[in-house]
């Protein structure tokens, strides 16, 4: 007879065979690790998903950002090349750098409302242009809906500073960053933040951390980058209370979807565990059989954890998608499919790894006692 | 005929785990290639025994088992089932199918243990299931079959890859007088071939066809 095509193929397709031919318990199995998978999903990733969309509201509100004032005329002022420099850490997602204000007021009503101008150094807005050309050697600037509302301009218009005489060419409309969002009414100057010898002074600086974990270290990297400058001559501002807030709502949700996971998990153990069990007991002179036929015992554990491992596998998909389908119907938020992947892979290791213990109690059976008629 | 001994038992005594009889007491007895030996005696003189410890389903409590001349009955469970896969072939005592495969599923199911692709075997269990006269499709489970083709079944499996020695514990029980004339014809001839042929019957008839017969008596225990 011809060599076989390799016993892992071979054990394959024992196992696919044996699965298939146990209808009842291969079926059970199934719809165990299927309910599992889907309880979990409908239940710890429900609660992944708020927690994410919780999070994500949370981190919209500016808990990464850290914001350092300091006078202009103080001793050591801030200067703009600043922002350039703390742009360049890997922490810090960006930084905006913010000059003293100057008051303006729309060039065609002398008595209309003055409203705040200031420079600002470095990207405002993922879609807004680090500088804006001059219109015949007037700067353009910016300026938020509040601010072309109380200073009363059709749209783009002209602004004149009254001390100065400088005028403006309000170009846009803006949103404010959230650190700086009490400013408004307020007009922005886009600047370039000069890295050379000459940098402009600036009184506000504002960096945003890439996380809120990271709030602490990108606050004690501008106290280190600042150091020279007197504690007395600047106020820096961080989110840390609002971060330690997002890091223990964060650390609450993920102990409560954990011990939901695990609970989850217990709960598609015991009962596979008890179905693969049954199914040994059920079974006990097959296992006998295959001893006396020559099987070893690492073959029968093998065999019935491949077994289990097959349906694990499609009980899990299954209830992967059963459980997204069941969220998306509800209208409840999704959870990252990074984590629907990694819950069914949980579940289907778990629960094929845990079916080890019945079928080594399933492998020991001794062919003897269980073969023999009395 | 050769006469090379295949299997001996040297001095075996054996006592079932919390008993305090032993069911076997220093028995030695040769079993050559080529031969048929029947074991006979009343129920409960140790037949079925005496096969499970030549087959190395048992480990005698004293004495030793020899397979072709090598000491066998120490060696550790994986060696012995390795033995079982590639040297034996076992007919039990009520066939003992596996319920949830079908016919053809269950003949060539011996030799996935032996990491053998059990489908290069399906022409050899045709082949086999028309030598012991049985004609039931393949694809049948053994619920839908009688207990005597399951019995011939059985026979198939053991006799599939032409193992060495073959057990059979009351391989003619549930067979009508020309079935266990065909069995033991199968078997015969697998003796013939240079098979080692070992046989638990009650039957006289089968134990008449049998080149060597063994009858343990009350005396033989």
């Known amino acids: 007879m011809s060599r076989g ?15 298939r031919a146990q209808r009842i318990v291969s079926l059970l199995t199934l719809l165990v690790v299927l309910g599992a998978t889907t309880t979990t999903l409908v239940t710890a990733g429900r609660a992944e998903g708020a927690q994410s969309a919780v999070l994500a509201q949370i981190e919209q509100a500016g808990i990464r950002t850290v914001s350092v004032h300091a006078p202009v005329n103080g001793g050591a002022p801030l200067m703009s090349d600043l922002v350039d420099r703390f742009a360049a850490y890997d922490l810090v997602e960006s930084a905006l750098g913010f000059g003293p204000a100057t008051d303006v007021r729309a060039a065609a009503n002398t008595a209309g409302e003055l409203v705040a101008l200031r420079d600002v150094y470095g990207k405002i807005a993922e879609d807004a242009p680090a500088s804006l050309t001059p219109v015949a050697g007037t700067r353009q600037v910016w300026a938020t809906a509040q601010a072309v509302e109380t200073l009363g301009l059709p749209g783009r218009g002209l602004v004149r500073a009254p001390y100065s005489e400088t005028e403006y060419l309000v170009a846009d409309e803006i949103e404010l960053p959230m650190a700086v969002r009490s400013w408004d009414p307020v007009l922005l100057a886009p600047a370039v933040a000069d890295t050379g010898d000459d940098p402009a002074p600036i009184n506000t600086l504002v960096i945003v951390a890439r996380r809120a974990a990271d709030v602490g270290a990108v606050t004690e990297l501008v106290r280190q980058e600042l150091a020279d400058i ?25 102990r409560q979807n954990r011990a939901i996971i695990l609970g989850s998990l217990a709960s598609a153990v015991a009962a596979v565990t008890v179905v693969v069990w049954g199914a040994a007991m059920i079974r006990r002179r097959d296992f006998g059989r295959r001893r006396a036929l020559g099987a070893t015992r690492r073959m029968i554990l093998t065999l019935v954890v491949a077994q289990v491992a097959l349906l694990s596998v499609a009980g899990a998909v299954l209830g992967a998608a059963v459980g997204s389908a069941w969220l998306w119907w509800s209208g409840d938020p999704l959870p990252d499919p990074a984590y629907v992947a990694s819950l069914a892979v949980v579940v289907a290791a778990t629960t094929a790894v845990m079916s080890a213990v019945p079928a080594w109690w399933a492998a020991c059976r001794d062919p003897l006692s269980e073969l023999r008629v009395p | 005929m050769t006469t090379a001994p295949r299997l001996a038992i040297d001095d075996v005594s054996f006592t079932y785990p919390g008993g305090s009889e032993a069911v076997v007491d220093r028995w030695s007895q040769t079993f050559v290639a080529g031969t048929v030996t029947a074991l006979t005696g009343p129920s409960g003189c140790g037949k079925s025994t005496r096969l499970y410890l030549l087959a190395l389903l048992a480990r005698p409590t004293a004495g030793r088992v020899l397979l072709d001349g090598v000491p066998v009955e120490r060696l550790s469970d ?9 040297r034996f072939g076992f007919v039990f005592q009520d066939a003992v199918l596996d319920p949830t495969r079908t016919v053809l599923d269950n003949i060539v199911e011996s030799v996935l243990y032996r990491h053998e692709d059990p489908a290069t075997f399906v022409g050899r269990a045709v ?4 030598r012991v006269g049985v004609e039931v499709p393949l694809h049948r489970r053994p619920a839908q079959i009688s207990g005597g083709q399951a019995q011939r079944i059985a026979l198939c499996r053991a006799l599939l890859a032409d193992p060495d020695v073959v057990f059979a514990d009351e391989p003619t029980g549930n067979l009508d007088r020309a079935t266990a004339d065909v069995v033991m014809g199968a078997m015969r001839d697998h ?11 009650h039957d006289p008839t089968v134990a008449a066809q049998a080149d060597v017969h063994l009858d343990l008596g009350p005396q033989a225990a």
């Open chain 2, 78 to 86: 994986p060696v012995r089932a390795r033995v079982r896969a590639h």
């Open chain 1, 5 to 19: 095509r390799g016993p892992v193929r071979v054990l394959l397709r024992e196992t696919v065979a044996a699965a």
């Open chain 1, 230 to 254: 007197p504690a007395q001559d600047l106020m820096v501002e961080t989110s840390q209370e609002l971060a330690d807030a997002y890091g223990m709502v964060d650390g609450e949700l993920t």
């Open chain 2, 191 to 201: 003796a013939a071939a240079g098979g080692c042929v070992v046989i638990v019957t």
């Open chain 2, 127 to 130: 082949e086999l299931m028309d």
